[in-house]
């Protein structure tokens, strides 16, 4: 069992930054692959980005991809979303979630946090 907790959402001019948190509880979060996704008003939720048990390998949708950032601290059980150059239509609930032998850029995870509102004014 892995509880997810994001931090670090709000509200942010076009072309800011935020930067997401998730910490995890459970002494095995580094067998798990972790994941970013979000959901916007009266959309689907969609596949952001997603990093390997070991960090070393990543995975970003289109449009995310040279503006965000997945990383992970296996030691601090944690994972990082770095959002630059954001833009309105990046405004959504955006929700980390841990998976276990699902593919890099699967949207069907085991275990999901209570998700953080981003919101991005033009």
């Known amino acids: 069992q892995v509880q997810l907790v994001e931090s670090g959402g709000g509200l942010v001019q076009a072309g800011g930054s935020l930067r997401l948190s998730c910490a995890a509880s459970?002494?095995?979060?580094?067998?798990?692959?972790m994941g970013w996704l979000r959901q916007a008003p009266g959309k689907k939720r969609e596949f952001i980005a997603s990093i390997s048990r070991s960090g070393t390998s990543t995975y970003y949708t289109d449009s995310v991809k040279g503006r965000f950032t997945i990383s992970r601290d296996n030691a601090k059980n944690t994972v990082y979303l770095q959002m630059n150059s954001l833009k309105p239509e990046d405004t959504a609930v955006y929700y980390c979630?841990?998976?276990?032998?699902?593919?890099?850029?699967?949207?069907?995870?085991?275990?999901w946090g209570q998700g953080t509102q981003v919101t991005v004014s033009s």
């Open positions: 459970g002494r095995t979060f580094s067998s798990y692959r």
């Open positions: 979630a841990a998976g276990n032998g699902i593919s890099p850029w699967s949207d069907k995870y085991d275990y």
